[in-house]
């Protein structure tokens, strides 16, 4: 599975990899590396990279959505398209852009931390 186009997915690897190389580097200021209580944290402009990413590659706003599902198969008959809508509430999209306050101590990025990062959607057929 592919989650970004090749000038994204490098772009991506630059901002983990200098946020791994500040904490390795840094390892003396902190105990320990995956946990942000008494952790290290970045410096501002090397979080502001990764809290850009996110923003520009976050979609799931609050609104309503609908989705189809398309399953084929050789044998054309047993071939279905379902359609489907879900709602997207504020609350879901905060707890799913909950994980940028951990940016700034490599959380999200290159460890992650104990948090809820998911949300249950009620997906209904249209």
């Known amino acids: 599975m592919r989650y970004f186009e ?17 904490s390795r580097s840094n390892q003396n200021k902190f105990k320990s590396a995956d946990t942000n209580d008494d952790g290290y944290e970045h410096p501002k402009e090397l979080v502001k990279p990764a809290s850009d990413f996110f923003e520009k ?3 799931w706003k609050a609104g309503e959505y609908s ?3 398309n399953v084929v198969t050789d044998c054309k008959s047993a071939t279905v398209t379902k359609k489907y809508r879900f709602t997207i ?3 879901h999209e905060e707890t799913l852009t909950s994980i940028k306050e951990y940016f700034k101590y490599g959380g999200g990025i290159y460890w992650n931390p104990q948090i809820k ?3 249950i959607l009620e997906i ?3």
Request: proline content about 0%; charged content about 30%; glycine content about 4%.
């Open 89 to 91: 509430f504020e609350s």
């Open 67 to 69: 989705m189809s599902i």
């Open 57 to 59: 590659h976050f979609c």
């Open 117 to 119: 990062t998911n949300a």
């Open 124 to 126: 209904t057929e249209i």
């Open 6 to 22: 090749r000038d994204n997915e490098k772009s991506y690897l630059k901002i983990e990899g200098d946020l791994l190389a500040d």
